[in-house]
């Protein structure tokens, strides 16, 4: 094959993908659910956008009476120290959807790269990675987290990387089954006999045929993400001074929210994690319905 | 059928397990700068102490001799049960903390998990059996409970029937602690009623969030289960509804069920753990809060590793009574 070929190959290849892309996309626009999914996360990160340019006051601004109810200078009143919660609000959605986006990202790399090597090699290397998954999964999670949390650096880095590290075993098993039942596929067969490298096929083969799995899962790993660091938080672990959904609720635990009835203070973060767990919930059952052949199309 | 092999391979890989999670602790806080000993003796005796003192403190934390000599005189401990002394209880031990707080755990994620599998069992059966509206109010309301955190709905109900909501001058629940200090504690009516009356909160939350996962999973089997051949068997027999419902459905629907429990406990205590903090509820998950806040670090590792081993052992116990439930499975 020429240079040439390969370039229009490519070519083909590529817009080949955006289009069926788009017409994903077209269709789960469609689909109820996906659009109700799709409108509860982009109302969250348009919160957020909102948050980094027009918050009201500086979070930490402490000019107004504490524990005040909502009124037209603070439309959600104010905390312990006279901050402005609203302004917390706002600016917390980024922090939280930033540390839910990452651990996603990153938990989801870990997790198809483990399960498809180990689905893809077999033997030893499959033995030896699906113990380390199972040893993980029995380990109870939340304790597990709090005793990393609490020997390593009290960062927002620290937070992500300790949840990345410890969220991934479940997808890694989803995606090592599906990559077994791929192997057997005939097109991998024809790859193979065509003398690919196990790493192209991986990449070239295996993987995209993955994606609306991978995807599903890192949404849900989002969601996950999003509640393991406020319980992180609320259980005073990390940086308690990063505005975000996790330490509002740590704040008024903390500072006895409860005794000053104090409902404007812990309704909001409470709200934003329901919401970004029913919206995923919505999207991500969207996708697994549209990805499946048989069932396309239903509503 | 459980064959002793079975048996004995799940116990070396309980015991690998704990051997992990042990030797995670003995590296944790050495990889943090600082002598632990010295911490001890200076919160504890304001820095006035004798040289002597550090060494029987360092020798307590296993803090002598070279890494190898640490970490088997560590394990050593661990094999005898015991976790060394706590900082911030000095001179109590991590051990006895331990077991005056666990039971308070073990009560309430014993209850929570048995109420939440019945409850989840009944609502699920009818579901699936009956389709239709149940069905999809079934998915709603369990798509809007997992996604709810534990803590925000338990700081919720605190909020409202502890706090908020007053009748006869009284309020609905106790906001904190496990019985009143009011009560003789021991195996009287009084200090019993106080001690449900004061868990009642914590239970709802923790059962709120656990059975829709439950149900959920009850509903599906219940809608595979009546694609069935035996079940076409059974009503060509003539037998009755009820009968077909409780003898042939729900018995085969509970069965995949019973092995979800064994997942779930491994989340709900993380979920226990931050419904105690709320109310100060006097278990381990509440002592593991405070031990993070004092920075109590032989008490959090000892926490840890005693939790996993009873999520390991409930596991096997969950293991072993799902094979003798369903004769066809054979654990070998």
Redesign the interface.
């Known amino acids: 094959m020429t240079s040439r070929d390969e370039d229009i190959n490519s070519i083909l290849k590529s817009s080949s993908q955006i289009n069926r892309f788009k017409d994903f996309l077209k269709r789960l626009i469609h689909h109820r659910k996906g659009l109700a999914g799709i409108i509860i996360i982009a109302s969250l990160v348009l919160i957020a956008i909102i948050g980094i340019f027009f918050a009201p006051y500086n979070p930490f601004s402490t000019n107004a009476a504490a524990f005040q109810p909502p009124s037209k200078s603070h439309i959600l009143g104010t905390d312990y120290l006279g901050e402005d919660v609203l302004s917390w609000f706002l600016i917390g959605t980024g922090t939280s959807l930033m540390v839910g986006f990452s651990i996603a990202v990153l938990s989801a790399i870990i997790g198809v790269l483990v399960g498809v090597i180990a689905g893809y090699f077999g033997g030893q290397v499959d033995n030896v990675l699906m113990r380390v998954v199972?040893?993980l999964?029995?380990?109870?999670?939340?304790?597990?987290?709090?005793?990393?949390s609490?020997?390593l650096p009290p960062t927002l880095e620290t937070t992500i990387f300790v949840l990345s590290i410890l969220s991934w075993p479940f997808l890694s098993r989803v995606i090592r089954a599906q990559t077994l039942s791929l192997k057997q596929r005939q097109y991998i067969l024809a790859s193979k006999l065509s003398g690919l490298s196990g790493f192209k096929i991986i990449s070239r083969d295996i993987i995209p045929n993955l994606i609306p799995i991978i995807f599903i899962n890192a949404i849900f790993l989002a969601?996950g993400g999003v509640?393991a660091q406020?319980?992180l938080a609320?259980?005073?672990?990390g940086d308690l001074r990063s505005v975000n959904w996790g330490t509002m609720?740590y704040w008024?635990?903390a500072e006895d929210g409860?005794?000053f009835?104090a409902?404007w203070w812990?309704l909001p973060?409470?709200l934003g994690?329901?919401a970004?767990?029913?919206g995923?919930?919505?999207l991500g059952n969207a996708v697994y319905e549209l990805s499946q052949p048989l069932r396309s199309g239903k509503q | 059928m459980i064959t002793l092999r079975y048996i004995v391979r799940r116990v070396a890989y309980m015991l690998l397990t704990i051997y992990i999670a042990a030797t995670l602790d003995f590296l944790l806080p050495r990889m943090v700068p600082g002598n632990p000993a010295l911490i001890i003796l200076i919160t504890k005796y304001a820095g006035e102490f004798n040289p002597n003192q550090l060494k029987i403190i360092e020798g307590e934390l296993n803090l002598r001799g070279t890494l190898w000599q640490q970490y088997v005189g560590y394990l050593g401990s661990i094999i005898h049960g015991n976790l060394g002394p706590s900082y911030y209880y000095y001179p109590e031990s991590v051990t006895q903390i331990i077991i005056t707080r666990l039971p308070w755990t073990l009560f309430l994620l014993g209850t929570a998990m048995i109420i939440s599998v019945v409850i989840g069992v009944i609502i699920g059966s009818y579901s699936g059996w009956k389709r239709g509206y149940s069905d999809s109010f079934l998915q709603a309301f369990s798509i809007g409970l997992t996604s709810l955190p534990y803590f925000w709905l338990a700081l919720i109900f605190q909020l409202v029937f502890a706090v908020m909501l007053v009748i006869n001058g009284q309020h609905l629940f106790p906001v904190a602690q496990a019985y009143s200090i009011n009560v003789h504690q021991g195996f009287n009516l009084r200090f019993i009623e106080s001690v449900l009356h004061h868990a009642a909160l914590p239970l709802i939350t923790l059962i709120i969030t656990t059975f829709p996962g439950f149900a959920l999973l009850m509903r599906n089997t219940v809608v595979t289960v009546l694609d069935e051949d035996y079940l076409v068997l059974a009503k060509a027999k003539g037998l009755s509804i009820n009968t077909i419902r409780k003898r042939y459905v729900n018995k085969n629907a509970m069965l995949p069920v019973s092995t979800s429990i064994a997942l779930a406990f491994a989340s709900i205590v993380g979920g226990a753990f931050l419904v105690e903090e709320v109310f100060s509820y006097p278990g381990i998950g509440y002592t593991l809060f405070t031990a993070v806040t004092v920075s109590d670090y032989p008490l959090i590792e000892g926490i840890f590793l005693v939790i996993t081993l009873t999520v390991i052992l409930a596991n096997f116990a969950v293991d072993l009574i799902y094979a003798y439930l369903d004769p066809r499975v054979v654990l070998k």
């Not at chain 1, 109870?140 to 990393?148: C, D, K, T």
């Not at chain 1, 609320?234 to 672990?237: A, C, D, R, T, Y």
């Open positions: 199972d040893i999964l029995v380990i109870p999670g939340f304790p597990l987290l709090v005793i990393l609490a020997f969601v509640v406020a319980g609320f259980f005073g672990l609720l008024f635990e409860i005794v009835n409902w812990l973060p409470g994690i329901v970004f767990g029913i995923a919930n919505f």
